[in-house]
């Protein structure tokens, strides 16, 4: 399955964003699938996860409460909501999907789409 990110872009601090993870190819809907980002200089970091049917769903630490992870297998799309955004979540947002492992760790994921770039100012 190939991986897309879209949605990026420039807001203000406190604002909100909406990035999509459209995937195309193989039956996306079995898929658990990942969002991780890499700000400048910095260690790729977990953002959120979803289980294949949506019930199950994961949140990085520095992002609970503030992000929301969702899918619509139906579109082959994961969604992630992203509000009061801080300037630290500034970063390239990844999806991936593949998974082999724990939810969190980047290395289990075997297939990555391209990222969106967020900037978030002050």
């Known amino acids: 399955v190939q991986l897309q990110a879209s949605g990026g872009g420039l807001v203000q601090a406190g604002g909100s964003l909406r990035l999509s993870c459209a995937a195309s190819?193989?039956?996306?809907?079995?898929?658990?699938v990942g969002w991780f980002r890499q700000a400048p200089g910095k260690e790729r970091e977990f953002v959120a996860a979803i289980s294949w049917g949506g019930v199950i769903t994961y949140h990085g630490d520095s992002v609970k409460g503030r992000f929301t992870v969702s899918r619509d297998n139906a579109k082959n799309t994961v969604y992630l909501q992203m509000n009061s955004l801080k300037p630290e979540d500034t970063a390239v947002y990844y999806c991936?999907?593949?998974?082999?492992?724990?939810?969190?760790?980047?290395?289990?994921?075997?297939?990555w789409g391209q990222g969106t770039l967020v900037t978030v100012s002050s």
């Open positions: 991936a999907s593949d998974l082999t492992g724990s939810v969190s760790y980047g290395t289990s994921y075997h297939n």
């Open positions: 190819g193989r039956t996306f809907s079995k898929y658990v």
